[in-house]
């Protein structure tokens, strides 16, 4: 398309075409496209110059736009060699006039000059006030509001422009903060983070940014600095956080403490993307908070969690593929009356196809974070009401089955209608299924917890407490706890022959569960000589490596007939 317009053709003199360029109400003039003479300036220009407008004509435009030199903005530059923001089209740039002290957008256009040589057409239109609002919604989406720290949509958009790994990084969390608001409010908080940002300011390395990425949660981002004195700054300011912070809550001052979990990066470790560098620092951040040290994510580190993102994708895989690789074994719980064996704890294992056999421990931790555990548990109970429904379990005499149920579980609303699914489908009663929850705060204190176990109680559905005595219960609101079994870890009987201590706790828990209406399971039972001091101090079941590891289906149905005849280990230990 022709770009070029015949001023020759639409106006026959000078007169004329000034008539026109001062019309125009934008800064406008005409330059000769070889020799930057200007040609003709409109009034407006001139006026806010403070100038005559025929003074301009016959000087170089750059004299007036730059006062030095060919200014960034000339046509001739504006093929795309030119400093600025341009359009598409090429003849439009935006910039800084120092001259009129505006921000401006340059428009230039080819045209015949009235003799017939190359000129440009350039009309300069005020966006400074369009530069003020551009500047005010870049703030609103790349800085805090609060503190006007840049946040986590700036830290995104300054390392995704990085061409180079020649960085480091600081991030810190504080801990606790949540508690400091709810006891003092907002901006006592807010001015408590001011301070330490001042303070890091104070001291830090040079060519350095603090970011609030979000909430509690903020990044040191420093450029070309070495790790030694990166990781010595952040050693300083975890020193810092032992001690106290002075805040103004109202007219009174208070020292408050804040522990900080604070990491160390390296930018040349390597990283997929942006998203994969939050995980890792949000994945050193929990280890800083676990050890209570500042963690340096280095080769080592990498490589652990690297191998963490490994088995989470594998576990993802598994989970989503039918349970793959997944499997129930059961550990019996004897009866201390009948010295029978008389229920079950399903355990769930998994074979990784990459890794092999991982530690429940670890696997659950795993399923927890990914938001997988109640398929999981799900599909654990299920597998195993359908296996002790296929041996026929459940025709002996006080069988139960125990499966452990996470706090997620326990918080899902379907829980219940998926629990009588599970047992109608494989025709398995209420009454033989034993539910184990692990003593912890949520389970304690949340009235949803503790409304879900009643409504699971008036189904005849047992409920057992695992991990009692470790948690968050104690003595005194035994009686108020909504189970009916009580379960001892292996540490309260580890040393049960030996020390009086332990033999006297032991016997005071199960009295106190027994006066509360409740069973007592001691678990981690290894040896006969353990079992004989248990038998004394009235525990109802036993559970350990003494009767059987945790055992297979095909295992289970070669063992069946140990929930008919007394196990001979009672006999052994010498209890009547």
Same mark, same amino acid.
């Given at each position: 398309?022709?770009?070029?317009?015949?001023?020759?053709?639409?106006?026959?003199?000078?007169?004329?075409?000034?008539?026109?360029?001062?019309?125009?109400?934008?800064?406008?003039?005409?330059?000769?496209?070889?020799?930057?003479?200007?040609?003709?300036?409109?009034?407006?220009?001139?006026?806010?110059?403070?100038?005559?407008?025929?003074?301009?004509?016959?000087?170089?435009?750059?004299?007036?736009?730059?006062?030095?030199?060919?200014?960034?903005?000339?046509?001739?530059?504006?093929?795309?060699?030119?400093?600025?923001?341009?359009?598409?089209?090429?003849?439009?740039?935006?910039?800084?006039?120092?001259?009129?002290?505006?921000?401006?957008?340059?428009?230039?256009?080819?045209?015949?000059?009235?003799?017939?040589?190359?000129?440009?057409?350039?009309?300069?239109?005020?966006?400074?006030?369009?530069?003020?609002?551009?500047?005010?919604?870049?703030?609103?989406?790349?800085?805090?509001?609060?503190?006007?720290?840049?946040?986590?949509?700036?830290?995104?958009?300054?390392?995704?422009?990085?061409?180079?790994?020649?960085?480091?990084?600081?991030?810190?969390?504080?801990?606790?903060?949540?508690?400091?608001?709810?006891?003092?409010? +907002?901006?006592?908080?807010?001015? /408590?983070?001011?301070? %330490?940002? &001042?303070?890091?300011? !104070? #001291?830090?390395?040079?060519?350095?940014?603090?970011?609030?990425?979000?909430?509690?949660?903020?990044?040191?981002?420093?450029?070309?600095?070495?790790?030694?004195?990166?990781?010595?700054?952040?050693?300083?300011?975890?020193?810092?956080?032992?001690?106290?912070?002075?805040?103004?809550?109202?007219?009174?001052?208070?020292?408050?403490?804040?522990?900080?979990?604070?990491?160390?990066?390296?930018?040349?470790?390597?990283?997929?993307?942006?998203?994969?560098?939050?995980?890792?620092?949000?994945?050193?951040?929990?280890?800083?908070?676990?050890?209570?040290?500042?963690?340096?994510?280095?080769?080592?580190?990498?490589?652990?969690?690297?191998?963490? +993102?490994?088995?989470?994708?594998? /576990?993802?895989?598994? %989970?989503? &593929?039918?349970?793959? !690789? #997944?499997?129930?074994?059961?550990?019996?719980?004897?009866?201390?009356?009948?010295?029978?064996?008389?229920?079950?704890?399903?355990?769930?294992?998994?074979?990784?196809?990459?890794?092999?056999?991982?530690?429940?421990?670890?696997?659950?931790?795993?399923?927890?974070?990914?938001?997988?555990?109640?398929?999981?548990?799900?599909?654990?109970?299920?597998?195993?009401?359908?296996?002790?429904?296929?041996?026929?379990?459940?025709?002996?005499?006080?069988?139960?089955?125990?499966?452990?149920?996470?706090?997620?579980?326990?918080?899902?609303?379907?829980?219940?209608?998926?629990?009588?699914?599970?047992?109608?489908?494989?025709?398995?009663?209420?009454?033989?299924?034993?539910?184990?929850?692990?003593?912890?705060?949520?389970?304690?204190?949340?009235?949803?917890?503790?409304?879900?176990?009643?409504?699971?109680?008036?189904?005849?559905?047992?409920?057992?407490?695992?991990?009692?005595?470790?948690?968050?219960?104690?003595?005194?609101?035994?009686?108020?706890?909504?189970?009916?079994?009580?379960?001892?870890?292996?540490?309260?009987?580890?040393?049960?022959?030996?020390?009086?201590?332990?033999?006297?706790?032991?016997?005071?828990?199960?009295?106190?569960?027994?006066?509360?209406?409740?069973?007592?399971?001691?678990?981690?039972?290894?040896?006969?000589?353990?079992?004989?001091?248990?038998?004394?101090?009235?525990?109802?079941?036993?559970?350990?490596?003494?009767?059987?590891?945790?055992?297979?289906?095909?295992?289970?149905?070669?063992?069946?007939?140990?929930?008919?005849?007394?196990?001979?280990?009672?006999?052994?230990?010498?209890?009547?």
């Amino acid at each position: 398309m022709d770009n070029k317009v015949d001023t020759a053709g639409q106006y026959g003199s000078p007169e004329e075409l000034r008539l026109f360029v001062d019309s125009i109400t934008v800064y406008t003039y005409i330059v000769d496209a070889e020799t930057d003479e200007i040609l003709m300036v409109n009034d407006h220009y001139a006026k806010n110059l403070g100038v005559d407008s025929h003074f301009m004509e016959g000087r170089k435009c750059w004299e007036y736009v730059d006062g030095e030199r060919r200014c960034d903005f000339c046509p001739r530059f504006l093929d795309g060699d030119a400093p600025g923001r341009q359009d598409p089209g090429g003849n439009s740039v935006e910039g800084f006039d120092p001259t009129l002290g505006i921000w401006g957008r340059w428009n230039s256009q080819e045209i015949p000059w009235i003799d017939g040589r190359p000129a440009n057409f350039i009309t300069l239109v005020d966006i400074s006030g369009e530069m003020m609002l551009r500047k005010e919604l870049t703030d609103l989406a790349y800085y805090d509001r609060d503190l006007m720290l840049p946040n986590r949509a700036k830290f995104e958009k300054d390392i995704g422009e990085r061409s180079d790994d020649s960085f480091s990084i600081i991030a810190f969390d504080y801990i606790s903060l949540k508690y400091i608001n709810d006891a003092y409010g +907002r901006q006592p908080v807010n001015d /408590l983070i001011k301070k %330490v940002v &001042d303070w890091i300011r !104070g #001291f830090a390395l040079r060519n350095c940014e603090i970011y609030r990425v979000e909430g509690d949660n903020f990044y040191i981002l420093f450029e070309k600095a070495d790790m030694m004195s990166v990781s010595g700054l952040a050693d300083r300011m975890y020193e810092r956080f032992n001690e106290p912070w002075a805040i103004k809550a109202g007219d009174e001052t208070f020292n408050i403490s804040c522990r900080l979990s604070i990491c160390v990066l390296d930018g040349r470790i390597g990283y997929r993307d942006v998203d994969d560098l939050f995980t890792i620092i949000d994945r050193t951040l929990e280890i800083s908070k676990a050890t209570r040290a500042v963690s340096v994510y280095d080769r080592v580190m990498d490589a652990s969690l690297k191998r963490e +993102r490994e088995l989470e994708m594998s /576990l993802k895989n598994c %989970v989503h &593929d039918d349970m793959k !690789g #997944f499997d129930v074994y059961f550990q019996p719980i004897v009866d201390s009356t009948s010295k029978k064996w008389v229920g079950l704890e399903a355990l769930a294992r998994w074979d990784s196809p990459e890794f092999g056999r991982i530690p429940p421990l670890v696997f659950i931790r795993i399923a927890e974070k990914l938001g997988l555990i109640n398929k999981v548990g799900q599909w654990v109970l299920e597998r195993s009401i359908q296996i002790c429904a296929e041996l026929r379990l459940d025709h002996f005499e006080g069988f139960f089955l125990d499966v452990n149920l996470s706090m997620s579980q326990l918080s899902d609303e379907a829980l219940i209608s998926k629990v009588l699914v599970a047992l109608q489908k494989h025709k398995f009663p209420a009454g033989c299924l034993s539910l184990e929850v692990t003593e912890s705060e949520e389970f304690i204190e949340t009235d949803y917890s503790q409304t879900t176990i009643e409504r699971l109680k008036s189904l005849e559905i047992r409920i057992a407490l695992d991990d009692f005595g470790t948690g968050y219960s104690n003595f005194n609101n035994l009686r108020n706890l909504p189970v009916g079994i009580l379960k001892t870890e292996k540490a309260f009987i580890d040393n049960i022959t030996t020390d009086e201590y332990q033999q006297f706790l032991s016997r005071i828990i199960a009295e106190m569960a027994h006066a509360a209406g409740m069973k007592l399971v001691a678990e981690g039972v290894e040896t006969t000589d353990q079992l004989f001091q248990l038998s004394k101090n009235g525990t109802d079941y036993y559970q350990g490596y003494l009767f059987a590891k945790p055992l297979t289906k095909d295992e289970l149905a070669k063992n069946r007939r140990k929930f008919e005849k007394p196990d001979p280990l009672f006999e052994e230990a010498g209890v009547g």
